[in-house]
């Protein structure tokens, strides 16, 4: 298949995991993120209070903007199971998670486990929600975690974070792309 035809399935294709707009995405990611966190018994959140927060999230963003890429690149991915979406949810529930965490007082780090267990299903939504898809993908490329060019990567996860974009920036990613063929 030709690169121009599997961008043009990207854009064209209604995928049903994609949410209709950001508060369907917000209400899934929130949920998400209370189950994951009750099964993992808050691993994440105990691994950034313990370890180098930044190289924890950093590894665990990478991976699934890894899995994105390659799914950008070869227009399927070989463990069927997970999604593009799978891969969005974590990457945003790990960097909201990051977030706080980076923006909590360093008196007040050793009462955050406690807040998050406290309140699970409002953690994220509370520390997410001020925020648009924009910002979240934003806090990826000045990280470095995207490069600037990466304009459909940007673009895809926004997507799946149910923004709506506007039919000059796909054509500003496609032009992008083509560029690199």
């Known amino acids: 298949m030709s690169v121009k035809q599997q961008l043009l399935n990207i854009v064209q294709t209604k995928d049903p995991q994609r949410p209709d707009d950001w508060k369907q995405f917000m209400a899934e990611a929130c949920m998400i993120f209370q189950q994951k966190s009750t099964d993992y018994e808050d691993r994440f959140i105990k691994a950034l209070m313990t370890m180098d927060a930044h190289t924890l999230w950093a590894w665990e963003v990478d991976k699934k903007l890894d899995r994105i890429r390659t799914w950008l690149k070869r227009g399927e991915l070989q463990v069927k199971t997970e999604g593009i979406r799978n891969s969005v949810d974590d990457l945003f529930i790990y960097t909201v998670q990051y977030v706080a965490w980076n923006g909590t007082k360093e008196d007040e780090r050793p009462k955050f486990l406690d807040r998050v267990q406290h309140n699970r299903s409002g953690f994220l939504y509370w520390h ?12 990826l490329e000045e990280d470095g975690r995207i490069h600037k060019d990466e304009k459909l990567l940007k673009l ?17 990613a496609i032009r992008t792309m083509l560029k690199e063929i």
């Open 128 to 139: 997410a929600d001020t925020f648009k898809p924009k910002y979240w993908v934003d806090v």
């Open 156 to 172: 895809i996860l926004r997507q799946y974070m149910g923004d709506t974009i506007r039919t000059d920036e796909w054509q500003s």
